[in-house]
């Protein structure tokens, strides 16, 4: 027990998906090998206030982990000689905690977008996933789609707005294009801001929304079919999971996409792995995958969403490089399909940061 490796693990975060990084972040934490690592509990609140956390994991959970008994102001020191978070206890000396490597389970920005991931890096920690430019070029859409096109997949037709008052673009945009179509923050995770618009008249208060999560809004073309997801992990030898495939009533759903809401509850949709399509047609899909995630520059592991047309065109959504986390999502979901367990995955991702 004497030789586990610290591992920070980072939850909550100054994000508009603080909760999901909860319900992820506890899962990781039960399902690390105790025996190998021992992971240091590091809570951020939604403000951007650090803290260790010694409590009970499960309050992590039900996000009662923010109290005055359970939490100590913490920060992870930038000094690339000595690895250690700095635990500043009241009228004393901080207390340096040794790290080996920093697992950030945070979602969307301040956590998901190179931030955090900058920081350990700057510190010379070893990283658990995505490091910083991977981090910063899946988070945004625009730049992502770039490197995708280039990489030879198929993206959807797109424009970007950089302020509020270039309606007139957008529907100039729309009349080429047609409706339905998205709008987007260009950097936000989870469905945040999104819009699907089905008319003229909804433009407007789409590009709005959108722009309340980001200082950059993105349209992009509705792509007809469904969504397949692909759980990719690793950085020279790539490990695949099984393809997913999300059924979607758009007649059922509220907003007529895979929102927020259906991502976390399936209340109108399913989610099939293995995808039911043929298999020649999901190993196409495999491939794409791996060739996005080295255009983007993963490593660790990350989730590579595509869609899927009736014709059997494979057509690039985005990269999540931290996606959910839980049991139940749908990372483990596929890499479950494949023959890998939760504990077996979480321990695999760890060990990679030691390998990098």
């Known amino acids: 027990m004497e030789n586990r490796k610290n591992i920070v693990v980072l939850f909550g975060g100054a994000s508009s998906e603080y909760e999901v990084s909860l319900q992820s972040a506890y899962a990781v934490i039960c399902s690390m090998d105790r025996n190998k690592y021992h992971p240091v509990m590091v809570g951020i609140t939604r403000e ?14 039900n996000d009662t982990w923010h109290n005055e008994t359970d939490c100590v102001p913490a920060v992870l020191s930038p000094d690339r000689t000595q690895h250690h978070l700095l635990v500043c206890r009241a009228q004393s000396i901080p207390e340096a905690v040794p790290v080996d ?11 998901e977008d190179g931030t955090v991931q900058g920081l350990a890096e700057l510190a010379g920690i070893p990283l658990v996933g995505c490091g910083t430019l991977s981090s910063a070029l899946c988070m945004d859409k625009d730049r992502a789609h770039r490197l995708a096109e280039l990489a030879g997949v198929r993206v959807p037709r797109a424009m970007v707005l ?14 080429t294009v047609g409706f339905p179509l998205f709008v987007k923050p260009v950097k936000a995770g989870s469905s945040f801001g999104v819009t699907k618009v089905g008319t003229m008249e909804g433009l407007a208060p789409a590009i709005a929304l959108a722009f309340d999560y980001d200082n950059r809004v993105i349209l992009e073309e509705a792509v007809d079919g469904f969504e397949a997801g692909c759980a ?16 979607l009533d758009t007649t059922a759903c509220a907003n007529g996409f895979f929102d927020y809401t259906e991502k976390y509850t399936l209340k109108t949709s399913a989610i099939h792995v293995p995808a039911r399509i043929p298999p020649e047609k999901a190993q196409e899909i495999k491939e794409a995958a791996k060739r996005i995630y080295r255009a983007l520059d993963c490593s660790g592991f990350a989730r590579v969403d595509m869609f899927l047309t009736p014709e059997g065109e494979i057509v690039f959504n985005e990269v999540n490089t931290i996606p959910g986390f839980t049991e139940h999502s749908r990372y483990p979901g596929m890499m479950r399909a494949a023959g890998y367990d939760f504990a077996e995955v979480v321990d695999r991702i760890i060990g990679q940061a030691f390998e990098n």
């Open 48 to 61: 951007g206030q650090w803290f260790y956390f010694a409590g009970k994991i499960e309050k992590i959970q």
């Open 101 to 111: 490597a920093v697992f950030p389970v945070l979602h969307g920005r301040n956590g």
């Open 232 to 247: 990719v992990c690793g950085r020279d030898q790539l490990l695949v999971g099984e393809v997913d495939e999300i059924e």
């Open 162 to 175: 950089m302020d509020n008052t270039a309606v007139n673009k957008a529907c100039a945009f729309a009349e």
